[in-house]
């Protein structure tokens, strides 16, 4: 008992010190989590007044918090439905942060080529109708790989996960069978025998651990675990490779006509060079903070993600949001109030 | 011949029960070798001192995940043993058979409940009023997994004072609760220390109730606020499909058992020195 009380004593001491920063918890999608961390660490070096502490818990997960007021804001790769706003004690704005893709990543033993998936296939398998690695229709689009004649191991995410919303978004556009069957949402009941992955650090972990499987998480959490990820037939019918550039080709169209709300999808955008699992993602900021420090915090963190901040997408496998949506969004920051 | 085969037998049962032994003793030493194999590797002195970094990124500490565990394992035990003593003296020596064998009952139910449910409890009675996570509702959750294992320790080594020594102290004219606090307790002090101290340890690695009650900090974070601590950063840790990130995990699963090995023997010190222990 005693060594607690001290424990607590202490812990307690030093909960003190550090008690004049302005703090700012925030939660959701595990898609951007890495640059978020990583900005939220880099701001606080600028700025060590400000503490903006975030956890990657999913975008299904961040949503619920921000509806039940636990969490100063959310984040999620999905656009808020009109339901889930009208569930919100305090309306929040859409502020995207970066662009990113879901990639097909996969484990088969013996392959380490670069794997082309046309979309109609990508959701057979997932529909459970590809069942074999060495099935006709793969190793038609992929000449001269040796495939086993394997099971394949399909994995998919358990939690609420808005990489999960942008994957079947693009396969209800690409497959009428998928959208009447499974439909286009953050977690949805998958019709073939799946294995369930947390985060898309989970899924990545367990594609890196299972021989012959497959997964879809965003693009960062492939290259940073050096898996292999498929390039993907577009709405155009060239084959795409999940890139940067692939990423911005398909958020033109988007960009000018961006709505006044940022809600947009740009999954299977149509043009040569887009890659057809793209998506915006999203900051959701309260639009109004009672409290004047914390307001002058998130806004100050705002500007700064939107100018200096873009300039870390890169690094971190990331696109940068086009200029004209970064103009749009300094407008609606001054809607924060 | 037929004593031949009694000893045969004897034997042969003695050799099996000694490898069941050996075999349960075995299990935590394996565990133990095997952090201490993998951990011992990844501890330096970063590793106490600094505050994580962000997802994927290699280096950084656990500080603040090491003093957010002893802050909110600590506040459960001021909250949970004090609760489950007194609740564990009632059963013991105020047994008035209904209401009492309620309590008992209850106690165990709730020792039975799955603990992410306990942490749903704490979300909904703590965090959701309180409008924000904090280290204090990770405590109360905790706090509600401690009461029955407490309670239920308290009574059994209460139980097992013999009676002779009660009926004594009573005979020479002690009160009821003095001869509790002066005759029963300490002499069942050991055993409901070491019940203390099971409980303690159990609570101390749950990750579950405290996944969406302290939440998580990669800062500092204070009592009222959202809190790192060892259990939830091993299972994201774990669950990561980065290298560095699992390095990590062995080491803070290292940190967690030195710190309840460390807790229990500073308990057991304070023990031995402080109450000195009639014998029944």
Known sequence: MKSFSWAVCVAVGLGATAAQAQKINAAGATFPAPIYQKWFGEYHTLHSGVEINYQGVGSGAGVNQLTGGTVDFAASDFPLTDEQISKLKVKALHFPTVMGAVVLTYNIPNVSTELKLSSDVVADIYLGKITKWSDARITKDNPGVKFPNDDIVVIRRTDGSGTTFVFTDFLSKVSPEWKMKVGNSASVSWPGQTLGGNGNAGVTGLVKQTPDSIGYVELGYARQNKLPYATIKNASGNWVKPTLDSVTAAAAGAANTMPADFRVSITNEKGKDAYPISTFTYMLIPAQLADAAKLKATKGFLQWMLTDGQKDCASLDYAPLPKEVVAKEMKQLALIK | ?280
């Open chain 2, 1 to 280: 011949m037929r004593l031949r085969w009694r000893k045969f037998v004897n034997a042969a049962m003695l050799s099996a029960s000694g490898v069941c032994a050996v075999i349960a003793v075995s299990a935590l030493f394996v565990i133990l070798a095997f952090l201490v194999y993998n951990g011992s590797k990844s501890l330096d002195w970063n590793f106490f001192t600094q505050l994580p970094k962000a997802t994927g990124e290699a280096g950084g500490g656990m500080a603040n995940a090491i003093v957010g565990s002893l802050e909110i394992v600590g506040m459960a035990s001021l909250m949970g043993i004090p609760i489950g003593f007194i609740a564990g003296v009632y059963l013991s020596e105020f047994d008035d058979k209904h209401f009492a064998s309620l309590v008992r009952y209850t106690a165990d139910l709730l020792n039975g409940v799955p603990s992410i449910i306990v942490g749903v409890l704490a979300w909904t009675l703590v965090v959701l009023p309180m409008r924000h996570f904090s280290a204090f509702s990770g405590a109360v959750a905790l706090a509600v997994m401690l009461i029955p294992i407490v309670t239920r320790q308290t009574e059994q080594f209460l139980r097992e004072v013999p009676m002779a020594l009660r009926e004594g102290s009573l005979a020479l004219g002690a009160s009821k609760w003095k001869m509790i606090a002066t005759v029963a307790v300490p002499a069942g002090s050991k055993g409901i220390l070491t019940g203390m101290i099971l409980g303690v340890a159990r609570i101390a690695g749950e990750s579950a109730p405290l996944l969406f009650t302290a939440f998580n900090n990669q800062f500092w974070g204070g009592i009222n606020e959202p809190s790192a601590s060892l259990p939830v950063m091993i299972y994201y840790r774990a669950i990561s499909p980065y290298d560095d990130w699992h390095r990590q995990a062995w080491a803070a699963g290292l940190a967690l058992i030195a710190l309840v090995l460390l807790a229990n023997i500073a308990a057991r010190m304070v023990l031995a020195r402080g109450i000195s222990v009639p014998r029944g």
